[in-house]
């Protein structure tokens, strides 16, 4: 079976087999698309055992015995060795039944020691875990994990996922984001191979460094935010085309006013006050004045009080009608954090940190170094729920 190159995918399952106080015996499964399984002894490995073709490669049968510390490193170092790490980074599951058990930080050590990243996750495993675990072939570790994230996203299904590497499987439930079969989510988009062809070997930019005109520049942590075209909002994730009109009004009291966009209505004060000179109309006061209304010759003040406006078609907003037009996908465009600066909408590029050019292989025209082969990737925007 081909090995996916860029991940690495550990899946890390401890299980509690004997109970008694002189015996300390356990089963550690390590998800590497799919498994290795270890049965442990004593803190030593009893059995190790790769359950896929890709794994074959990071066992050796001469790790019965060791301490289990010692066969994690060889492990670690042959992932290394076949670069199947992803960006230095090792990603990894961990589900236990012994909350007093070490394992996490060993895997912890281990990492430091070979001088490479570690994501360390540990789900709570479930009754429903382990049977999705049993259905589907997959630990109870890496079911409880898809479960979350099929919990914040019912477009998704186990189907969808199993085989999906752990670091997308995190960048999934962290963004919401998704893509379809064929595609791979990376960093906010889904990328699919298209094209490999041979490296050049020349001056290139170390691992970690973006190459703009004669300088190696920092390559910072990329940030996607989402962004519609004109004409349509985003909502829970997609953007949708509305158009506006103004709604309907009406008054419960008075007649509405065009110009001020209320409803207005006199309201009676009262008689007003007559001078003893005959012939004079009533005095009205406090902003009252005199005129005929509902109760007749009087004193009366103007009254204005908000319409209620109503829609026969969309959404009511305020005093307009918002209808709805269709969807489409958000364009996600990169954002970059306070003091880097965007290069090409590819990159956030700290231009304080800068490297020596390095002789190696490079690649052209967009293409990505991979192991001795330039690939390129047709990217589109990742999809939301």
Same mark, same amino acid.
């Given at each position: 079976?081909?090995?996916?190159?860029?991940?690495?995918?550990?899946?890390?399952?401890?299980?509690?087999?004997?109970?008694?106080?002189?015996?300390?015996?356990?089963?550690?499964?390590?998800?590497?698309?799919?498994?290795?399984?270890?049965?442990?002894?004593?803190? #030593?490995?009893?059995?190790?055992?790769?359950?896929?073709?890709?794994?074959?490669?990071?066992?050796?049968?001469?790790?019965?015995?060791?301490?289990?510390?010692?066969?994690?490193?060889?492990?670690?170092?042959?992932?290394?060795?076949?670069?199947?790490?992803?960006?230095?980074?090792?990603?990894?599951?961990?589900?236990?039944?012994?909350?007093?058990?070490?394992?996490?930080?060993?895997?912890?050590?281990?990492?430091?020691? *070979?001088?490479?990243?570690?994501?360390?996750?540990?789900?709570?495993?479930?009754?429903?875990?382990?049977?999705?675990?049993?259905?589907?072939?997959?630990?109870?570790?890496?079911?409880?994990?898809?479960?979350?994230?099929?919990?914040?996203?019912?477009?998704? #299904?186990?189907?969808?996922?199993?085989?999906?590497?752990?670091?997308?499987?995190?960048?999934?439930?962290?963004?919401?984001?998704?893509?379809?079969?064929?595609?791979?989510?990376?960093?906010?988009?889904?990328?699919?191979?298209?094209?490999?062809?041979?490296?050049?070997?020349?001056?290139? =930019?170390?691992?970690?460094?973006?190459?703009?005109?004669?300088? =190696?520049?920092?390559?910072?942590?990329?940030?996607?935010?989402?962004?519609?075209?004109?004409?349509?909002?985003?909502?829970?994730?997609?953007?949708?085309?509305?158009?506006?009109?103004?709604?309907?009004?009406?008054?419960?009291?008075?007649?509405?006013?065009?110009?001020?966009?209320?409803?207005?209505?006199?309201?009676?004060?009262?008689?007003?006050?007559?001078?003893?000179?005959?012939?004079?109309?009533?005095?009205?006061?406090?902003?009252?004045?005199?005129?005929?209304?509902?109760?007749?010759?009087?004193?009366?003040?103007?009254?204005?009080?908000?319409?209620?406006?109503?829609?026969?078609?969309?959404?009511?907003?305020? *005093?307009?009608?918002?209808?709805?037009?269709?969807?489409?996908?958000?364009?996600?465009?990169?954002?970059?954090?306070?003091?880097?600066?965007?290069?090409?909408?590819?990159?956030?590029?700290?231009?304080? #940190?800068?490297?020596?050019?390095?002789?190696?292989?490079?690649?052209?025209?967009?293409?990505?170094?991979?192991?001795?082969?330039?690939?390129?990737?047709?990217?589109?925007?990742?999809?939301?729920?």
């Amino acid at each position: 079976m081909k090995r996916k190159l860029l991940l690495m995918v550990i899946c890390l399952t401890l299980l509690i087999v004997g109970c008694g106080k002189k015996e300390n015996s356990y089963k550690l499964t390590l998800d590497i698309n799919p498994s290795i399984e270890i049965e442990v002894e004593n803190e #030593k490995v009893k059995e190790i055992e790769a359950l896929n073709d890709d794994a074959e490669e990071l066992v050796n049968k001469k790790m019965k015995g060791r301490l289990v510390k010692s066969a994690f490193e060889d492990i670690i170092k042959r992932a290394i060795d076949a670069k199947i790490l992803d960006n230095d980074t090792l990603y990894v599951i961990l589900g236990t039944e012994n909350t007093e058990d070490g394992t996490v930080n060993m895997l912890r050590t281990v990492a430091k020691e *070979n001088k490479i990243r570690i994501n360390v996750i540990t789900p709570d495993i479930t009754e429903e875990a382990k049977k999705t675990a049993e259905k589907y072939d997959i630990t109870p570790a890496k079911a409880a994990y898809l479960l979350t994230i099929i919990k914040n996203n019912e477009q998704l #299904k186990i189907e969808d996922l199993k085989n999906k590497s752990v670091r997308e499987l995190v960048e999934m439930k962290d963004t919401k984001l998704y893509c379809d079969e064929e595609y791979v989510l990376r960093d906010g988009y889904c990328e699919k191979a298209i094209k490999e062809e041979e490296p050049e070997k020349g001056k290139t =930019c170390p691992e970690g460094y973006q190459k703009v005109k004669d300088n =190696c520049y920092m390559i910072s942590v990329i940030k996607h935010e989402p962004t519609c075209p004109d004409g349509y909002e985003l909502k829970d994730g997609k953007c949708i085309g509305s158009e506006r009109t103004p709604a309907y009004n009406s008054c419960s009291r008075g007649a509405y006013n065009e110009h001020s966009g209320l409803c207005e209505h006199l309201e009676y004060v009262d008689g007003g006050t007559v001078s003893s000179e005959e012939g004079n109309e009533p005095v009205c006061h406090n902003g009252s004045f005199y005129t005929t209304g509902s109760n007749g010759r009087g004193c009366y003040r103007n009254v204005t009080i908000e319409p209620s406006y109503s829609c026969k078609e969309g959404t009511l907003e305020g *005093n307009e009608c918002v209808i709805e037009k269709g969807s489409k996908e958000p364009t996600l465009s990169v954002v970059c954090d306070k003091g880097l600066t965007k290069y090409k909408d590819l990159a956030c590029l700290d231009y304080n #940190k800068t490297a020596e050019f390095v002789t190696g292989y490079t690649c052209k025209n967009g293409a990505r170094l991979e192991g001795e082969k330039c690939v390129y990737y047709e990217v589109i925007a990742a999809k939301s729920k």
